[in-house]
């Protein structure tokens, strides 16, 4: 029951309507019965450090960040932690004292299904498709990884050199960027194909970043950011070449668990978080298919 001692959490962004983001921390929260509740809301660019101001009045413990907001709402912090510094983005965000801190759990997110291969990285070459917002989050956690080089393909040279110019040194160096184009000369080289395009999201999931005719090296692991619908086009064709392949839900739950866990300062059951989930996408998609077989009939 929600009272007015009841603790506030939530996510912000523009839009938000559509985050998967309270359903799995109301189903932890209510499987550790604690007094908490994670609403989402929706703050427009304009309105971000109005928003900040109002969320420190009535006393909010802690939130998510999302687009548009992740870069925008770094001056408006008094601590950011260095990883979230080396990506330029928080996605989490805690009171400190009257002021908030921040840092980036996308990095833990994505890398955790990676750990749990438990794979020596020191040799391994990562290419990642797109240079966007969460390509950065990518390109920090595959350094952590400990990967022997990071190639980064974009389409658009002149952010792809802004991107490449923005690192510290240490990620700079084993850092290329590279054009679509170099494709066929850069895949059978890799390790880690991964997609931080949106290509292949729900609805057009009969799109690939790839042709079908790639060649992964054996052993090779590709992993999609997307996580409807699950599995991707992308990870189709990987799957069919033998490839190890990773989609986005764990990515999203692990971010999620690591925020919790920031926020609540105790263990968080990172199994019902991921339950929560499946089962709101499983509605989803149903309530699609649903959908699209009403507006067949429609057309019949
Ligand atoms: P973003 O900042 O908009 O970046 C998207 C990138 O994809 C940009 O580099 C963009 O290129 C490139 N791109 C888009 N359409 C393309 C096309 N048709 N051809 C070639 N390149 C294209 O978005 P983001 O925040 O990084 O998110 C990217 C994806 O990751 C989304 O699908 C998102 O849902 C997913 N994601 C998943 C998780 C998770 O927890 N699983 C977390 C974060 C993001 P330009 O810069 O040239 O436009």
Redesign the pocket.
């Known amino acids: 029951m929600l009272t007015g001692k009841t603790k506030l959490l939530g996510v912000i962004g523009h839009p938000v309507e559509h985050s998967l983001s309270p359903v799995m921390h109301n189903a932890a929260i209510a499987h550790l019965g604690l007094d908490y509740v994670y609403v989402p809301l929706s703050v427009k660019p304009e309105d971000l450090e109005t928003a900040l101001s109002g969320l420190t009045a009535i006393n909010f413990q802690g939130f998510n960040v999302t687009?548009p907001h992740k870069q925008a709402i770094l001056p408006l912090l008094s601590e950011i932690s260095p990883m979230a510094q080396a990506v330029g983005a928080v996605n989490t965000v805690w009171r400190h004292g009257d002021t908030w801190a921040g840092t980036n759990t996308?990095i833990e997110?994505f890398i955790a299904p990676l750990q749990a291969l438990n794979r020596d990285w020191s040799q391994s070459i990562a290419l990642i498709l797109?240079?966007?917002?969460?390509?950065r989050a990518v390109v920090a956690a595959c350094n952590q990884l400990g990967c022997k080089q990071i190639q980064v393909v974009?389409?658009?040279q002149q952010?792809l050199q802004q991107f490449c110019a923005s690192w510290s040194n240490t990620i700079a160096a084993k850092l290329q960027v590279q054009t679509?184009e170099q494709l066929p000369q850069l895949i059978p080289q890799t390790n880690l194909l991964i997609n931080?395009?949106?290509?292949g999201?729900h609805p057009h999931s009969e799109v690939s970043?790839l042709n079908a005719d790639f060649a992964l090296p054996a052993q090779a692991i590709a992993y999609d950011?997307?996580?409807t619908p699950r599995p991707t086009k992308f990870l189709q064709q990987a799957q069919q070449q033998g490839a190890i392949t990773i989609d986005?839900l764990e990515?999203?739950v692990q971010?999620g668990a690591a925020a919790l866990k920031i926020w609540l300062q105790q263990p968080v059951p990172i199994e019902v978080m991921r339950q929560a989930l499946q089962k709101q996408l499983r509605k989803s998609s149903e309530f699609k298919t649903q959908n699209s077989e009403d507006k067949a009939n429609h057309i019949d």
């Open positions: 687009i996308d997110g797109g240079n966007g917002g969460a390509a974009g389409r658009n952010k679509w931080t395009t949106p290509i999201m970043p950011l997307i996580y986005g990515m999203l971010q």
